[in-house]
């Protein structure tokens, strides 16, 4: 292949390859850290989601030590569906924080909450749950679970699992026991 001017198509060339490895490089870092728990709580709106609920619940404190991550629940397994899911809920995500309302104490959390339900997979569930019937369990456990297997696509795990996730946090805003704001009122 003949070039008409060998010196700048080569620059060019390697100008072009250069700068895409290195978009592609701070693509791929952002991609990954967009999906760790410190990224998700920047906002104060679900920083305190993380303080006041998913700290104090059995996904973060538990005989086990197992700690999940946002990412485990909200992000399903599967390149199609995490980046799917990324792209989705991140664009809701900035736009209601820039333009919605994201003052923790004002927002409708219960509809938040039902929302979010929706979204959420079984396979996100089953990643770490995956023994249903673990030695030791209770008979209502054991009876709930088998039958979540028989009918395994026409009921998702959060039907019955409603208040283990983020733990109490809106009744601490209810209660008015939040510490979101200092001595000005500022969040």
């Known amino acids: 292949m003949r070039f008409p001017n060998n010196k700048?198509?080569?620059k060019t060339i390697i100008f072009t390859i250069g700068f895409t490895v290195?978009?592609?490089?701070v693509s791929s870092h952002f991609y990954h850290y967009s999906s760790t728990t410190p990224f998700?709580?920047?906002c104060h709106e679900m920083k305190f989601v993380a303080e006041q609920g998913w700290k104090k619940s059995s996904?973060?404190?538990?005989?086990?030590?197992?700690?999940?991550?946002?990412?485990?629940?909200?992000?399903?397994?599967g390149m199609v569906m995490k980046f799917w899911t990324?792209?989705?809920?991140?664009?809701?995500d900035v736009t209601m924080h820039l333009f919605g309302e994201s003052d923790p104490e004002n927002m409708n959390w219960e509809d938040l909450s039902q929302s979010a339900r929706k979204k959420i997979a079984n396979t996100s569930c089953l990643t770490c749950h995956e023994n249903l019937t673990p030695k030791g369990s209770s008979i209502k456990t054991i009876i709930a679970h088998r039958a979540y297997?028989?009918?395994?696509?026409?009921?998702?795990?959060?039907?019955?699992?409603r208040r283990e996730f983020h733990g109490k946090f809106k009744e601490q805003l209810s209660s008015g026991k939040?510490?979101?704001r200092d001595s000005g009122g500022n969040l």
């Open 178 to 180: 939040t510490s979101l």
């Open 86 to 92: 990324k792209t989705r809920d991140g664009v809701k």
């Open 149 to 161: 297997i028989r009918m395994k696509d026409e009921k998702k795990c959060l039907d019955c699992h």
């Open 40 to 42: 998700c709580v920047l």
């Open 8 to 10: 700048i198509s080569v």
């Open 59 to 77: 996904h973060f404190e538990n005989e086990d030590g197992v700690v999940a991550q946002c990412k485990d629940c909200h992000i399903p397994p």
């Open 22 to 25: 290195m978009v592609l490089s």
